[in-house]
């Protein structure tokens, strides 16, 4: 039986967020093919659920908090962050005292450990995004003063060098989606490469357990994480897009999700013809209670998880084009999709009230994805993957 070293940004156990949801999917799904043992390193996060069988866990300290001398550093801010001399301690310790048939780095963020790897250990990448791309993307767009716009233009050079560093490095690159891994074949066409978009955890209809009716509330809602940058921007510009359609045609606009309760109060305070909802222990009778589940990010790249939410509630889908990557669905067949946040909040507001439209979009969008999403699945084709290096 084959052993690897999985790094990870935290101890994804429970996962909160979109990003933890992938990592601990992958870990289980791994862990359950029997044909290899893991041990993960990395940050403690709160208490712990149960073990995995297969799985052992290092997690010798919490992440520190932003520092200003990232800036000193050649690591962007959050590999900064992640490589505290504890977790470098405990990685050289496995190194010396363990014997590994490979390394897993998950997420860029991760890549401080080339520094502490032998060069005959092979290294597999676990892409959660395209971050040269992503950081370049929501630098530029960032508006305020001008140092921190030059900060984080520099923190983005930083992170697309430290990727760059890890692809030319790995010997196997996996993408969420074929977007992001048709952009790593372009700059590293001689790597292995596959595609691991997320599984599903919870139950899969065989049909949309409600039709979307009269009585349904004219609702739309935006489900997710709202803690890093890029969701923030995404919803801001969403709400200032859609604000002189949504209110005056008597549109609710739901945003729930976790999020820090000031920052919710804040865009109450700015639209209160919307409603924030945060850090809900289910998403699911906000999804049951509405006509549309949106994703309008336009900035962040991945694969957007809520949309497997949306889909498995019975939702349709309303979403910017570019964000349906990964997804099996057809723009305008099996969802509202539109180039910009204006756009598709003006083709929001033309469908929500045709209700047979919306029921299509949601049974032929369930129908699409019913088979398209699990674990298992993901389990085995990283599993053959690994057999790569």
């Known amino acids: 039986m084959k052993s690897y070293l999985?790094?990870?940004?935290?101890?994804?156990?429970?996962?909160?967020?979109?990003?933890?949801?992938?990592?601990?999917?992958?870990?289980?799904?791994?862990?359950?093919?029997?044909?290899?043992?893991?041990?993960?390193?990395?940050?403690?996060?709160?208490?712990?659920?149960?073990?995995?069988?297969?799985?052992?866990?290092?997690?010798?300290?919490?992440?520190?908090?932003?520092?200003?001398?990232?800036?000193?550093?050649?690591?962007?801010?959050?590999?900064?962050?992640?490589?505290?001399?504890?977790?470098?301690?405990?990685?050289?310790?496995?190194?010396?005292s363990a014997t590994f048939d490979g390394i897993i780095i998950d997420q860029a963020a991760n890549a401080w450990a080339l520094d502490d790897l032998p060069e005959d250990l092979p290294v597999f990448y676990v892409s959660h995004n395209h971050e040269a791309i992503v950081r370049t993307e929501i630098a530029g767009s960032q508006e305020g003063a001008l140092p921190l716009r030059l900060a984080l233009r520099f923190d983005a050079s930083k992170y697309a060098a430290l990727e760059r560093r890890l692809c030319a490095t790995a010997k196997v690159i996996s993408a969420i989606t074929p977007r992001d891994e048709s952009h790593y074949r372009d700059d590293f066409p001689d790597k292995h490469y596959c595609q691991l978009p997320p599984g599903f955890e919870g139950e899969i209809p065989s049909s949309p357990e409600r039709p979307i009716t009269e009585e349904t509330p004219r609702r739309v809602v935006l489900a997710g994480t709202f803690e890093w940058i890029a969701k923030r921007r995404n919803l801001e510009a969403f709400l200032h897009d859609?604000?002189?359609?949504?209110?005056?045609?008597?549109?609710?606009?739901?945003?729930?999700?976790?999020?820090?309760?000031?920052?919710?109060?804040?865009?109450?305070?700015?639209?209160?013809?919307?409603?924030?909802?945060?850090?809900?222990?289910?998403?699911?009778?906000?999804?049951?209670?509405?006509?549309?589940g949106l994703i309008p990010e336009a900035l962040g790249g991945g694969f957007k998880l809520k949309a497997l939410d949306y889909i498995f509630h019975g939702l349709p889908l309303a979403s910017i084009g570019s964000a349906l990557s990964g997804l099996p669905l057809t723009p305008g067949a099996n969802v509202i999709a539109a180039g910009t946040t204006r756009e598709l909040a003006s083709q929001i507001a033309t469908r929500i009230d045709d209700l047979e439209h919306l029921n299509h979009l949601a049974e032929s969008a369930l129908a699409r994805c019913q088979k398209a999403f699990d674990w298992a699945d993901r389990g085995r084709t990283l599993a053959a993957a690994l057999r790569k290096l």
């Open 242 to 292: 859609a604000e002189s359609l949504f209110e005056p045609a008597g549109i609710e606009f739901h945003v729930v999700g976790k999020a820090k309760p000031d920052y919710f109060e804040s865009l109450s305070q700015r639209h209160p013809w919307a409603r924030f909802i945060p850090n809900v222990p289910s998403m699911a009778p906000h999804l049951r209670d509405a006509r549309i």
């Open 6 to 96: 999985w790094i990870t940004r935290q101890d994804p156990r429970p996962a909160d967020s979109g990003e933890l949801i992938y990592t601990l999917g992958l870990i289980r799904a791994l862990a359950a093919t029997g044909e290899v043992r893991l041990t993960v390193l990395g940050h403690r996060a709160g208490d712990s659920e149960s073990d995995i069988e297969g799985v052992s866990w290092d997690l010798p300290s919490s992440i520190a908090s932003k520092s200003p001398l990232s800036l000193l550093s050649r690591l962007p801010s959050d590999a900064h962050r992640l490589a505290d001399p504890r977790i470098r301690d405990t990685l050289r310790w496995h190194i010396g």
